[in-house]
């Protein structure tokens, strides 16, 4: 698997671990959503058993606080991507841990 950062290996590499994920990937590089600053490529889809099979999609970060984000562009690419999959009644969260991943 190919990481963008220390973040998103450290991430892979903890929640590849989790029983209840069932399955999870990198976001290939052509997976991309349109927002009015440009094309934002998500990092994770991730299939977890929650008593049913739920799909998920998280942003990895070294913090939540997206005010914290060294490119403004950055932040609106992310708050456009949970614009997006919020229309497609997918949860989209941006996390720092495996550990804090949850179905919603």
Same mark, same amino acid.
Not at 67 to 83: Q, V
């Given at each position: 698997? =190919?990481?963008?950062?220390?973040? @998103?290996?450290?991430?892979?590499?903890?929640? #590849?671990?989790? *029983?209840?994920?069932?399955?999870?990937?990198?976001?290939?590089?052509?997976?991309?959503?349109?927002?009015?600053?440009?094309?934002?490529?998500?990092?994770?889809?991730?299939?977890?058993?929650?008593?049913? =099979?739920?799909?998920?999609?998280? @942003?990895?970060?070294?913090?939540?606080?997206? #005010?914290?984000? *060294?490119?403004?562009?950055?932040?609106?690419?992310?708050?456009?991507?949970?614009?997006?999959?919020?229309?497609?009644?997918?949860?989209?969260?941006?996390?720092?841990?495996?550990?804090?991943?949850?179905?919603?």
């Amino acid at each position: 698997m =190919v990481f963008d950062s220390k973040i @998103e290996k450290n991430f892979a590499l903890a929640i #590849d671990r989790r *029983p209840d994920v069932l399955l999870f990937v990198k976001l290939p590089w052509w997976y991309k959503i349109d927002t009015p600053v440009g094309k934002y490529n998500p990092d994770w889809a991730i299939a977890l058993k929650d008593g049913e =099979v739920v799909y998920i999609v998280r @942003e990895t970060k070294a913090s939540t606080d997206l #005010d914290k984000l *060294p490119f403004e562009m950055e932040k609106t690419k992310i708050l456009s991507g949970m614009a997006h999959f919020s229309e497609i009644d997918v949860s989209f969260k941006v996390l720092v841990r495996a550990e804090d991943v949850r179905a919603n």
